[in-house]
Structures are given as structure tokens and as C-alpha cells.
């Protein structure tokens, strides 16, 4: 095994199913001989040549639109949008074509595509480089939405997306690209989509969350061990659609009381689709009203980053409320 950070599994995860499968190609805007503003695809083309990993037009509706004609032709294309915040042209072939093609066939056609995206804050990219939008893509039937939060996870939820037969929305968060490193398995490996993982246990209550907020959300669990006493889980939703919700309703109900974490804005966000999901399903066992801490609902500023993104110190008060009730 090598010590990796996320992009550099990212990497190795596109290489390393590129080596095994060859309908596997990659296309996006700069992913060629520059290897991407992040370098995830550094060196790809140099090894499989610009048929399997080639530049693009500065076009996201084209991008998209080409990698759902190759995979109804029999490919596995992986298309990059170089910033979720440029996502937005290419919308309609996501959500109105992609997403919907099994359906519109009566299940004769699939769309085994992956849209890999860096999205949210951390590099102070300001209103256009850091927003969150996962909540638009995770009310599409018909298209998963995976997020993976550690190198190991990209490495493996990656490779599992690209086998999949149906589109995947891949978000990576770019605040964790370089963060940190962790031992990640040679070769291909999977990690099952629609799984959750629990990053630590305990049972005095629960945090859900998912990307860059996996760090913070453990940052206060440990503050909260340390200063109560008490332990809070914390899990990793990873793939936000299809939600594993038996595991979701589990923990709630073993703890009984849940905050849940997310960056985006707070009107509309995931994070109130899992509290509704607890209110119909496993009000029966919680303690307290469910918290959500979130973004601001404003654009995302330039300058105040870091007062606008969730921090430890904002889920450590919202976890404390819920012990407290």
C-alpha cells in the first residue's frame, strides 16, 4: 500500500480501472497533457494517450452531452467539470437526459457515466469556486450522487461509480484534496455505493455528514469526549442518493439525539431531507429536536470563508443543545 491524499487517489483510481478496462476514458476541460487545475488526471494522458484522456472544449452542456452518447455506444466515460460551480450549463443533459434515459427506455439503455467535480469552499475561491450543490443533484431520480471524504473512499467509490451502469454525480471536496494522506490499496478496489460509515462511535448522539464536514464533525466529537465526557458518533453518508436509510434510522435511533452537518446553505439543503427522514421514520426514539449546522443562506463570500463554512466550534454548540434538551 502507498500513503496517498484524496487527489492523488482520485488518481490512481481513474489510472488503475483505465489500465484494467479499456472503454474507460476521460474527458474535460484542461484534464489532458496539464493534468487539471487540481492534477487529478496528471500523467493519464501520457500513459493512455489523448483517445483515453483528452481536452475539451470549454463547453460543460457538451462535455456532458458527449459522455452520454459514449455510453449509450458502449463506453464508461468520466467527465470533468473543472469546478461544481461551472456544473450549471450542462444541467439540463444531467438531470433531463442522463438521469432519465433507463426510465424513458423502459430500461433498453443505461448511461454508465461519471461527472467527477471538486465542489465547496476551503481555497478561498470566492462566490464562483466553492458552492454546494449536491441538494440539486440528489433530487433527481435516476442519477447517484457519491461524495467520499478520505483517499481510501475516493480511490474505491470512485472505481465502484464508473462500473456502475447508471450516471454518478462523483463530488470531490477540494478542501480535503491535500489535507491529508492514508494508506490506499494498489489496483482495483470497491467501495459499495449507498453504504455509510461510521467514523467514530459512541451513543450519546449522533452527527451525519459528508465531504470536507467529516473532519469538523470529528474535530467536535473529540472536543465534546474531552470536555463531557460523553461520546458522539459521527457518520460519513458518502453516497447522498441512494441513501442507505436503514443505517440513518439505526444510529438515530441508538442515540437518540442527532445533529446533522452539511456547508451548503440551509434552506433546502440534505441536511433537511435527513431530518425529515428521522421526523417520519424515528421520532418515536429521539430526545431532542433534530439541529442542523449549516452555510449561510447567502452567496458564498470572498473574504469571510471562514466564518461562513461550519466549523467545530458550531457543531460543538449544536451537539451540546441536543444533550442538553
Not at 178 to 192: I, L, M
Request: proline letters at 6%.
Amino acid at each position: 500500500m502507498s500513503e496517498l491524499t484524496m487527489v492523488q487517489a482520485v488518481n490512481d483510481g481513474l489510472k488503475s480501472i483505465m489500465r484494467e478496462d479499456d472503454t474507460v476514458l476521460l474527458m474535460g476541460e484542461d484534464v489532458g497533457p496539464k493534468g487539471g487545475v487540481f492534477l487529478a488526471t496528471e500523467g493519464l494522458t501520457a500513459e493512455f494517450g489523448e483517445e483515453r484522456c483528452f481536452d475539451t472544449p470549454l463547453s460543460e452542456d457538451g462535455i456532458v452531452g458527449v459522455g452520454i452518447g459514449l455510453a449509450l455506444n458502449g463506453m464508461k466515460p468520466v467527465c470533468e467539470i473543472q469546478f461544481q460551480d461551472f456544473i450549471f450549463p450542462a444541467f439540463d443533459q444531467i438531470v433531463s437526459e442522463a438521469a432519465k434515459m433507463r426510465y424513458r427506455s423502459g430500461g433498453q439503455y443505461t448511461v454508465p457515466m461519471v461527472v467527477r467535480t471538486p465542489y465547496g469552499g476551503g481555497i478561498r475561491g470566492g462566490l464562483y469556486h466553492s458552492q454546494s450543490g449536491e441538494a440539486y443533484f440528489a433530487h433527481t431520480p435516476g442519477l447517484k450522487v457519491v461524495i467520499p471524504s478520505t483517499p481510501y473512499d475516493a480511490k474505491g467509490l470512485l472505481i465502484s461509480s464508473i462500473l456502475d451502469p447508471d450516471p454518478v454525480l462523483f463530488m470531490e471536496p477540494k478542501a480535503l484534496y491535500r489535507a491529508f494522506r492514508e494508506e490506499v490499496p494498489e489496483g482495483v478496489y470497491t467501495v459499495d455505493l449507498s453504504t455509510v460509515r461510521e467514523v467514530v462511535p459512541g451513543d450519546a448522539a449522533v452527527i451525519y455528514c459528508w465531504g470536507a464536514m467529516v473532519p469538523v464533525a470529528t474535530e467536535a466529537a473529540r472536543r465534546i469526549k474531552e470536555t463531557r465526557q460523553q461520546d458522539v458518533r459521527v457518520v460519513d453518508l458518502r453516497t447522498l442518493m441512494p441513501l442507505d436509510e436503514d443505517a440513518v434510522l439505526q444510529a438515530a435511533r441508538e442515540c437518540g439525539r442527532v445533529v446533522v452537518l452539511q456547508e451548503a446553505p440551509r434552506f433546502c439543503g440534505y441536511a433537511s431531507e435527513i431530518s425529515a427522514l428521522l421526523a417520519e421514520h424515528a421520532v418515536e426514539s429521539l430526545e431532542a429536536p433534530v439541529r442542523r449546522v449549516t452555510g449561510f443562506d447567502t452567496p458564498f463570500p470572498n473574504t469571510l470563508e471562514n466564518y461562513y463554512l461550519p466549523d467545530a466550534r458550531r457543531v460543538m454548540d449544536a451537539v451540546e443543545q441536543v444533550l442538553d434538551f
